[in-house]
Structures are given as C-alpha cells and as structure tokens.
C-alpha cells in the first residue's frame, strides 16, 4: 500500500510559481508511475502530468505544456510538480496519484489507471 501527502499549494498571482510535492510512503514508490490531476470547483477532475517509474518519460495535458515539470526522487519517494506561469484558471485542488502501471506512459492521462491517491492541496492564482 502507498500513502500519499501533498504539500506546496498556496495563493499566488498570475505569473507566479509554485513546487508542490507529494510524499509518498512505503518500500515500492519507485515501481509505481505517478501522475498529477486537478479539479477546480464544479468542473470534474482532470490529468495534468505524468511519470513512468523512472521519471525519464512524462506526459502533459496540453494546458500545461511548456508551463509545468514533473519529477521525482525515488531515494526520497517524492514526486514534484513545478508550476511556472500560473494562471487563474490554474486554480484548483492538485492531487497527486500512483499508478501501478510503472511504464505505459499512454495510459497514465486516464484517472482509473490510478490506485492511490493524495488527500489533494488547494493552488489559487490570482489576476
């Protein structure tokens, strides 16, 4: 079993960045691939990036592409996601997830691929 803490969320403004990390518990973190989504109020939750196993492959939604990086460090079972160029409509709570799919990097944009989950941290952007 994985648990999973984020941390790093905050009220920023646009233009702004934000790392925020997720923690993870447990011998296995480094089989798992990773992802982060998001949800803002009334909309459903949505894929935002993800990592296979190594981290040497990622995925991004378009929305972030070119803005956010994920990454991880699998000697401190940590995953990262840094925010550059934040935008309002960047508000949302951020979850971060894992995947027992270590390397089907295709897969990992769809929420069901995912076992574990984050109680989510809350990012506002500001215009």
């Known amino acids: 079993q994985v648990q999973l803490v984020e941390s790093g969320g905050g009220l920023v403004q646009a233009g702004d960045s934000l790392r925020l990390s997720c923690a993870a518990s447990?011998?296995?973190?480094?089989?798992?691939?990773m992802g982060w989504f998001r949800q803002a109020p009334g909309k459903e939750r949505e894929f935002v990036a993800a990592c296979n196993w190594s981290g040497g492959s990622t995925l991004y939604a378009d929305s972030v592409k070119g803005r956010f990086t994920i990454s991880r460090d699998n000697a401190k079972n940590t995953v990262y996601l840094q925010m550059n160029s934040l935008k309002p409509e960047d508000t949302a709570v951020y979850y971060c997830?894992?995947?027992?799919?270590?390397?089907?990097?295709?897969?990992?944009?769809?929420?069901?691929?995912?076992?574990?989950w984050g109680q989510g941290t809350q990012v506002t952007v500001s215009s």
């Open positions: 997830a894992a995947s027992p799919l270590g390397g089907y990097l295709a897969r990992l944009a769809r929420a069901y691929e995912y076992t574990y």
């Open positions: 447990g011998r296995t973190f480094s089989s798992y691939a």
